[in-house]
């Protein structure tokens, strides 16, 4: 028995990413309002995106080379056309971009402190698209906390 | 203070999953019947597995290519029997295997809506099994929400 | 509604690892006082590094020649001073960090069952350092449960 601990509440949200092809969408901004619009200050939140060919991952924020050169990495481990590759049929970054997703992932959980996600200072939340092909990209929100 | 909220309640389970060897088994099933007993509606599910040598992922659900192209790509990307490994006690796929858990993750948070894990129309939950021999694994699932 | 579940609190803490550059730290004990000093006895804990150049993974916790196996396969993969990175301010490792990072993941869910962490009897909870020198790495951590 934990009486003393807070009573746990949930609020959850989701929005949509419009990505121009292969690159990095910072999500910090649209996360910081939903946890704001829940109310909640203490707690965790989990944030998903419903696709296999893009990804949720941290990465460093300030310095734009350090995305060129993830780009630079990724595509040199999983190269686009790749014979290896038989599923191919929306082009040769289709199979590429499931790979890259599996690799990344596509859920995240991060920590809420004080009413703002507990991130380091160098940290951005970011989806990451891995198609060639501007898309348009679910992403939800759930927040655990008091 | 966020007192409109609704408050939130928890529940678990767990199930065992017998591996043919490397491969993939997909848990959406599973995970569904245990959301479902658990009667929460809103909310998120996260799934573990206590194994070191397979792992859990979401991936594309409509061809089983992909997952022949992903065992594929790792295959060459962490290579059975690589003499770059010394913990072989268990075989050439022991320390592959203890690599592409690590590369791909035991864990998953996953959000609930409407009563129903709410994946993208085309993500699967899979164990990957990472051994060359079939296994006997076991996940769990905490449902968090209302 | 779910009434007959348990009502879930929360309980957070945090807490710094120094680290002796490149290599593994064991975690298990920390999260063991801070679950315990929770109280809690079912539910999940998330754990959470507020950095860029760490991760935090589940790795067999048997035979230390897995970790140096685990080291020697990231430093092939993915090269320090590879002439690919242009990010190198802070020198050879600053790039592969943030690589290896991205890859190993910066967040981890895990079950508790009976005020215990259920890890399987083979997994530990390591933070992985991934700069030559060392380090004071902060951890959080958020026990969701009853």
């Given at each position: 028995m934990t009486p003393s601990l807070p009573t746990t509440r949930i609020a959850t949200t989701s929005f949509e990413v419009r990505t121009r092809g292969r690159g990095f969408v910072e999500l910090d901004d649209k996360l910081r309002t939903g946890l704001a619009e829940s109310g909640l200050r203490e707690g965790a939140a989990q944030v998903f995106t419903q696709h296999t060919s893009c990804s949720l991952l941290i990465c460093e924020?300030?310095?734009?080379v350090v995305r060129e050169d993830l780009e630079r990495f990724f595509a040199k481990l999983v190269r686009d056309?790749?014979?290896?590759?038989?599923?191919?049929a929306e082009g040769p970054d289709d199979m590429p971009a499931h790979v890259r997703s599996i690799l990344t992932g596509v859920s995240l959980s991060l920590p809420v402190h004080n009413g703002e996600l507990?991130?380091?200072?160098w940290q951005g939340v970011y989806l990451w698209e891995h198609r060639a092909a501007p898309q348009m990209r679910t992403v939800s929100a759930t927040f655990i906390g008091y």
């Open positions: 924020n300030a310095d734009p056309g790749d014979p290896l590759f038989r599923h191919d507990a991130l380091g200072t």
